[in-house]
Structure formats: structure tokens, C-alpha cells
T-cell receptor, first 116, second 112 residues
């Protein structure tokens, strides 16, 4: 089956620094990738939809200048948390679509971000 | 307002019994609904997809129903096993895209 690789799995950083998270589709081309964040014991909250070669579409309440998304190729999307603060600490998960609508998504294994 | 609620934050059942999880939604008209399993510290894993014109879907010990009138989906695991213990998430497909909106999740614990 399709595999989505997400790195790093865990990152600890100081407040004020920027952190980049990578999401790769290993054996298929993902025209669309989605970024979610999840707080402990809560569900996934969609942050943004990333389309290859175009600007990401952000959900209401998500700061686009804070969470920079780049989808430069059909197999790679990156999320950069800029000037991270402790409240940005969360579990970030990416998912990828194979391009057909109304079908399942393939999820990465997630990145646990802890900002000190 | 739009809501997706999964009744029961946690569900504890004995091994061998059937687990039934509920997903209710309001102010959505999803073209399809999906169920995912999530283990702690991991990303969700796809289980089943059911479309608006389908009443029921089965896969091995799993069964999903979809009632667009009641705006509800039921997820059943028959002959449950301790290995089925995980959080189960329902997700709605919206806007005729691949975008998924997730429910609150139900944490299932199967005891031997």
C-alpha cells in the first residue's frame, strides 16, 4: 500500500526558533497533502491543504505566516513552524491523497513538537 | 454550527464481545464517511469508507453503517480482541474534495 513518511518523529526546540517538518509520499505522487495538528486526547484539526505548485489553503484561525507550507514537488510537502512558542507544542500529522476524490488518505506517523 | 461527535470518549468491553461506536454529525452533507484507527503517538490508519448511497459496508470483523437521514454512522467490531484497543476516528468528506474533517474519537479498550 501507499506509504507516507514524516520526519522528524520528535523534535524539541527553544522558544523563538523555527522547526521544519517534512512529509513525503514514497511510492505515489501526491497532488494534495493535508496538515493536521492534534492535542492530547483530542481529535485531528485540519490546518491547511497543500497543493503541489500553488499556495496552501489555510483553515480559519490558522496563521499562514506562522505555519509556512511548501509543496514544491509531487512527493514532498513541508510545514515550517516559525518563531515557535510553547503553545505551538503539539502533534503534527500530514496526510496525502493519491489524486482521486472521495478516497482514503494516507497518513504520516506524526511529529511530536515540544517547544521549551 | 457544524459538528462531528463520537459518543463515548471511551468504551471498555470484554474480549469476544461486539464493540459499537457511534458517529453523529450536524450541518454537514458528506458525500462519504471514513473510519480510521489511531494508536498512541501514531498517525491514523484507514479502515473503511462508506458512501452516501451505501447503507452498510463490511470488511472482515468490521462493519460500518451510514444513515444520512439520522446523520449517523455506526462502527462495529465483532469478536473483539485486546489488539483492537485503540482510538477510532470517524471522518467526513466535505466539499467534494479529499479534505477530511475528523470526529472527536472514541478510545476503545478490550479486556481479556
Amino acid at each position: 500500500g501507499a506509504v507516507v513518511s514524516q520526519h522528524p518523529s520528535r523534535v524539541i526546540c527553544k522558544s523563538g526558533t523555527s522547526v521544519k517538518i517534512e512529509c513525503r509520499s514514497l511510492d505515489f505522487q501526491a497532488t494534495t497533502m493535508f496538515w493536521y495538528r492534534q492535542f492530547p486526547k483530542q481529535s485531528l484539526m485540519l490546518m491547511a491543504t497543500s497543493n503541489e505548485g500553488s499556495k496552501a489553503t489555510y483553515e480559519q484561525g490558522v496563521e499562514k505566516d506562522k505555519f509556512l507550507i511548501n509543496h514544491a514537488s509531487l512527493t514532498l510537502s513541508t510545514l515550517t513552524v516559525t518563531s515557535a512558542h510553547p503553545e505551538d507544542s503539539s502533534f503534527y500529522i500530514c496526510s496525502a491523497s493519491q489524486g482521486t476524490t472521495n478516497e482514503k488518505l494516507f497518513f504520516g506517523s506524526g511529529t511530536q513538537l515540544s517547544v521549551l | 454550527s457544524q459538528k462531528i461527535e463520537q459518543n463515548s470518549e471511551a468504551l471498555n468491553i470484554q474480549e469476544g464481545k461486539t464493540a459499537t461506536l457511534t458517529c453523529n454529525y450536524t450541518n454537514y452533507s458528506p458525500a462519504y464517511l471514513q473510519w480510521y484507527r489511531q494508536d498512541p503517538g501514531r498517525g491514523p490508519v484507514f479502515l473503511l469508507l462508506i458512501r452516501e448511497n451505501e447503507k452498510e459496508k463490511r470488511k472482515e470483523r468490521l462493519k460500518v453503517t451510514f444513515d444520512t437521514t439520522l446523520k449517523q454512522s455506526l462502527f462495529h467490531i465483532t469478536a473483539s480482541q485486546p489488539a483492537d484497543s485503540a482510538t477510532y476516528l470517524c471522518a467526513l468528506g466535505v466539499d467534494n474534495t479529499d479534505k477530511l474533517i475528523f470526529g472527536t474519537g472514541t478510545r476503545l479498550q478490550v479486556f481479556p
